[in-house]
C-alpha cells in the first residue's frame, strides 16, 4: 500500500517509515506508514474506505468512529501503528454481498439520517453496542451513543433505528 505525503522542505529521507500488518474488513493488509500517520487517514487515503467520515478532527464527533478488535474507537485519535497485528472494522464491512446489515435497513426504516455525515461513525458505535448487548434499552443506545454527534436528526429516530437493528437481529438468531 503506498500513501502519498506532502513534503514541502524535502525532508523525506529523514522521515522514519514503520510496516504494519493487519485485516480490515476481513482482509489482511500490509501497510507501510509514517509513524505520525492517524488510522483515519490509513482508511481513508491508504484504503479508499471513504465512509469513514473526518467531521472535527479532535475526538468530539465520532463521524470517524471504527471498530478495532471489536471496541469502538474515534480513528481520528488513534495512530495508524497502533493497530499493527489488529483487527479493523468500517462500515464498509458491514453489509453482505447482497444485503444491507440490520442497522443498515434499521435507519431506513426508521429515518435515522438526514445528511448522513454522522451515520457511519453512528452505526459503528451501534455495531460494538449490540454485539455486546443484544437487547438494549432505549437509555444503554443513548449511552453507547454519547460519543457522537449528529447536526441533523435530534437523535430521536437514530436511536428508534438501532433498536430497530436490535429487534431484527434478535429475530435473525432466534431463527437460526
Ligand atoms: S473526526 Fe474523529 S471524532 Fe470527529
Ligand atoms: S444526519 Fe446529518 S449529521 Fe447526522
Not at 495508524?80 to 464498509?92: C, H, I
Not at 431506513?108 to 434499552?137: V, W, Y
Request: proline letters at 5%; a negative charge; one cysteine or more.
Amino acid at each position: 500500500m503506498t500513501i502519498v505525503y506532502d513534503d514541502p522542505e524535502g525532508q523525506a529521507e529523514d522521515v522514519p517509515v514503520r510496516r504494519i500488518k493487519f485485516t480490515v474488513n476481513g482482509r489482511k493488509k500490509i501497510a507501510e506508514v509514517e509513524p505520525r500517520l492517524l488510522l483515519a487517514h490509513l482508511i481513508r487515503r491508504g484504503l479508499g474506505l471513504t465512509g469513514t467520515h473526518v467531521g472535527c478532527d479532535t475526538t468530539n464527533c465520532g463521524a470517524c468512529t471504527v471498530l478495532v478488535d471489536g471496541r469502538p474507537v474515534k480513528s481520528c485519535t488513534m495512530l495508524a501503528v497502533q493497530v499493527d497485528g489488529r483487527t479493523v472494522k468500517t462500515v464498509e464491512g458491514l453489509a453482505g454481498a447482497s444485503e444491507l446489515h440490520p442497522l443498515q435497513e434499521g435507519f431506513k426504516e426508521e429515518h435515522g439520517l438526514q445528511c448522513g455525515f454522522c451515520t457511519p461513525g453512528m452505526m459503528m458505535a451501534a455495531t460494538a453496542l449490540l454485539e455486546e448487548n443484544p437487547d438494549p434499552s432505549e437509555e444503554e443506545v443513548r449511552w453507547a451513543l454519547s460519543g457522537n454527534l449528529c447536526r441533523c436528526t435530534g437523535y430521536q429516530n437514530i436511536v428508534k433505528s438501532v433498536l430497530w437493528a436490535a429487534a431484527k437481529l434478535r429475530a435473525e438468531a432466534g431463527e437460526a
